[in-house]
């Protein structure tokens, strides 16, 4: 058909609206992304995934202007043929199309606010992570020492209540060292993991949570408060055991030094001890908040990615039109 013909085509009340609808979604797809560039969120993404948003915002803005271009000649009678109309036509679906969908997500994880809270679990975990090994190794090796010391007084103390109060003791921190032993090591799972990673986690195809590492270790910090608050209680009731026996007359002179180191070490290891359970405890509830947030931020995220709908295939229904004067 003549240029003529194209014209017609083009100027029919059809194709005007199907121009002006994906006129109109190409520029709100464009305000989206424009939106979402600019919020906070993406500070938070990694720069592969940060580029590849940015390359579909660029392929929309450059298929949009070819395509203008293409049909401005068919308008003013230049085009020889509907070519390259039905090129840049069909790129320019594509583009529109793979944007809307990169906004689906991108929309949808500002909105959640999942990146940010995904970055606020693992700061605080980190954060425990470091306190906890700082503290643990500091108090493994306290009970450690405390342990010889106990050991020692059993030779040197021969009464019989304080032996019972010794084995005790004993006993006590030998089940102590397990979680402290635990606690200066804890953590591996969350090793390497970055905000980026968790965030590409969830806007990949994946279902799983993206959180895994994450929700591993937040469970071991509620696994070690369960550990060191029962630890506390067997430390703080041996040392009051200890603390509170009295010596016979003829052991004092030959042993009380080695029982005066032994109560005041094991005060002070028993004191820490419970501060470091009481702040364990602090530390679990607060892991917990941030989780449940970020459990249910993701949820939300999933929720509304599920309500895009591609209309690639409606806007491909103007090819035909085009295809007529081919």
Excluded at 20 to 29: C, F, L
Excluded at 39 to 59: I, M, N, Q
């Amino acid at each position: 058909m003549t240029a003529k013909t194209a014209q017609d085509l083009v100027n029919s009340s059809v194709v005007q609206k199907y121009i002006e609808n994906i006129d109109r979604d190409s520029e709100k797809a464009l305000k989206t992304a424009k939106t979402v560039l600019g919020s906070s969120t993406v500070k938070l993404y990694s720069s592969t995934t940060l580029s590849e948003y940015k390359a579909d915002r660029d392929r929309l803005d450059k298929c949009w202007g070819e395509f203008n271009g293409a049909w401005n000649k068919v308008m003013f009678g230049k085009a020889k043929d509907s070519k390259e109309l039905i090129k840049t036509y069909t790129k320019y679906v594509l583009a529109l199309t793979a944007l809307e969908e990169a906004n689906a997500k991108h929309e949808a994880m500002m909105n959640a606010g999942f990146a940010a809270l995904a970055a606020t679990l693992l700061s605080l975990l980190a954060d425990w992570i470091k306190e906890m090994h700082k503290r643990c190794k500091a108090l493994e090796k306290d009970l450690k020492d405390l342990e010889k010391l106990l050991k020692k007084a059993q030779k040197e103390v021969t009464e019989a209540k304080w032996q019972t109060g010794l084995n005790i003791a004993v006993t006590a921190v030998s089940f102590c060292l397990g979680p402290v032993g635990w606690g200066a090591r804890i953590g591996v799972a969350l090793g390497g993991v970055a905000v980026h990673s968790v965030i590409d986690g969830a806007l990949g195809p994946s279902s799983g949570s993206p959180l895994g590492a994450a929700n591993t270790v937040a469970g071991e910090s509620v696994e070690l408060a369960d550990k060191l608050s029962k630890g506390s209680k067997k430390l703080t009731g041996a040392a009051s055991a200890v603390i509170t026996l009295k010596m016979d007359t003829d052991e004092i002179a030959q042993a009380e030094k080695i029982v005066k180191e032994v109560r005041k070490k094991l005060n002070s290891v028993a004191t820490e001890y419970d501060r470091l359970a009481r702040a364990t405890a602090n530390w679990k509830t607060d892991i917990a908040k941030v989780q449940k947030q970020a459990d249910a931020a993701l949820s939300a995220y999933r929720s509304e990615v599920k309500k895009y709908k591609s209309h690639e295939k409606e806007r491909q229904a103007l090819l035909k039109e085009f295809k007529q004067w081919k």
